[in-house]
């Protein structure tokens, strides 16, 4: 069971980033799927979270607006959408899964969360 993320890249800010989320050795199909961020010196901050199942987001309220989470159009991925970025969004930014189906304040706590994937560094310029 494996995930992987990509996409990250140096943007200046008001731009945007598209980061992809892989699963290989099992289908997502029933999974949540979530992504986090850890900037140096902070804690990891849950972003946006789908639900496999039926397509059900949640954001953070700092990616409300900016940022969209997605099934992708290969199977077995999961995308992140970031828009208008800030400086502030710089961090590494991982995808997480869990099975079920619930999403809501809690699909954004890491601890729900049992497998992970490596991050991709997402840096924003002012």
């Known amino acids: 069971v494996q995930l992987q993320a990509s996409g990250g890249g140096s943007v200046q800010s008001g731009g945007s980033l598209r980061l992809g989320c892989a699963a290989f050795?099992?289908?997502?199909?029933?999974?949540?799927i979530g992504w986090f961020r850890q900037a140096p010196g902070k804690e990891r901050e849950g972003v946006a979270c789908i639900s496999t199942t039926d397509g059900r987001p949640y954001y953070a309220d700092s990616a409300k607006g900016r940022f969209t989470i997605s099934r992708g159009d290969a199977k077995n991925t999961v995308n992140l959408q970031m828009n208008r970025l800030k400086p502030e969004d710089t961090a590494v930014y991982s995808c997480?899964?869990?099975?079920?189906?619930?999403?809501?304040?809690?699909?954004?706590?890491?601890?729900?969360?049992?497998?992970w994937g490596q991050g991709t560094q997402v840096t924003v310029s002012s």
């Open positions: 997480a899964a869990y099975y079920g189906n619930y999403i809501g304040p809690y699909s954004l706590d890491a601890d729900e969360y049992r497998y």
């Open positions: 050795g099992f289908t997502v199909d029933g999974y949540a």
